[in-house]
């Protein structure tokens, strides 16, 4: 499941870490997942300020990363 959230987000293996469940917005009129920062040591570093939008990348939620989603959720 994790090898097709990469290939779906296109993120990098430390992005890829660094989300976590409330980087996904539902309730806009489109949803979307927001990418900023990346994973390491274990810890989330962001890579700029929290008003800034520069180094932040919003992907529109497909139906397959929707899929992965409610998969990790039933999971965790």
Known sequence: ???????ETSTRNGEA?????CDFH???????????????NGHREERV?????AGKRNLVMTNRLRYIYDKAKELS
Not at 1 to 7: L, N, T
Not at 26 to 40: N, Q, T, Y
């Open 26 to 40: 539902f309730d806009s009129e489109i949803p979307f997942l927001r990418i900023c920062g990346k994973a390491e």
């Open 49 to 53: 300020k929290k008003d800034s939008k």
């Open 1 to 7: 499941m994790c090898v097709g959230f990469i290939f």
């Open 17 to 21: 870490r660094a989300i976590r469940f």
